[in-house]
């Protein structure tokens, strides 16, 4: 074999094993990014983790209520962002003050985008009490971003409805009156539509992982 022929066969070593070494790595880049991709689990997963999705998001219509600030809380304030809504009251002497407290530490860890574009608001079950001034003082002190909504009676009853929240009030009490209301906190998409709703007892592991594959599989 003369210099020429075997200075060839090296350049075709070496460019065997340069390509092998880019193979190996493009394979081993994209099983790393594979891996950092964060798992989206399946809607059964989700269910049995307490996040039951609606099959298709619903259109629950218009709504004409009033946020704690004294301004109009009309459907649009959901557009843009994934909203939890919780259906409560001020006068609740637990399940609501442990809820609100409980989604304050949630979005608290949330990061980036998931931070950025969620918001979470508390719908009053108790307008006759709960005034714009009366939200005012109570959900701000849970977190400042959150919003408190009030309103005519038949326009809450309606929107609580639509959600598959119903509340009533305990009859036979005094003007301390409770009112029964669900605990579940509804989860509403960017579009504005009711996409499901996460069944209490509350987890923050859990409720945090199912939220997270909620949003990349309604991305997706």
């Known amino acids: 074999m003369n210099d020429q022929a075997s200075a060839s066969q090296s350049r075709g070593i070496k460019w065997t094993v340069a390509a092998l070494l880019v193979f190996i790595v493009v394979v081993v880049a994209g099983f790393v990014h594979r891996i950092q991709q964060p798992r989206v689990m399946t809607v059964a997963e989700m269910k049995v983790n307490g996040l039951y999705l609606l099959e298709t998001p619903r259109n629950f219509g218009e709504i004409q209520l009033i946020d704690h600030h004294g301004k109009p809380f009309l459907r649009e304030r959901f557009e843009g962002h994934w909203t939890f809504v919780f259906f409560g009251f001020t006068h609740c002497p637990d399940i609501c003050p442990t809820t609100m407290a409980f989604l304050n530490e949630f979005v608290a860890q949330l990061e980036g ?34 919003m408190g909504v009030t309103g005519e009676f038949l326009d809450l009853h309606r ?18 009156y409770v009112v029964d209301h669900s605990a579940n906190v509804v989860l509403i998409n960017p579009r504005g539509d009711y996409h499901g709703f996460f069944k209490a007892p509350l987890d923050q592991a859990k409720m945090k992982v199912t939220y997270r594959s909620a949003r990349l599989l309604w991305e997706r």
């Open 113 to 146: 985008t998931e931070a950025e574009d969620t918001q979470v608001v508390l719908v009053s079950v108790d307008p006759a009490r709960d005034t714009v001034e009366q939200l005012a003082a109570y959900v701000p002190y849970f977190n400042p971003d959150f």
């Open 159 to 176: 929107f609580a409805t639509a959600l598959n929240t119903p509340f009533r009030k305990v009859p036979g009490q005094d003007e301390n």
